[in-house]
């Protein structure tokens, strides 16, 4: 992942390698994952998460926690 300020300049970028990631959702979930923590230790307010899947993205933006057993 790049992290980018306001003026577009790249501020950080990392790369983490996970192993037996059993799908395409998974995959971009845990980038999601990723990105939550850097901005985090970053301490930023706010963190936009760009990406190439839209169940992905909705999926991290809804408010509501669901549980499945």
Do not use: W, Y
């Not at 790049?2 to 845990?30: C, D, M, R, W, Y």
């Not at 301490?43 to 899947?53: A, K, P, Y």
Request: contains cysteine; charged residues 15%; proline residues 1%.
């Amino acid at each position: 992942m790049v992290a980018q300020g306001q003026n577009g300049e790249i501020t950080v970028s990392k790369s983490t390698l996970h192993s037996n990631v059993s799908s395409p959702f998974v995959a971009e979930a845990l980038a999601c994952l990723e990105a939550t923590k850097l901005g985090i230790s970053m301490g930023l307010n706010s963190v936009t998460m760009m990406g190439d899947s839209k169940t992905i993205i909705n999926k991290c933006k809804t408010e509501a926690r669901v549980n499945r057993f």
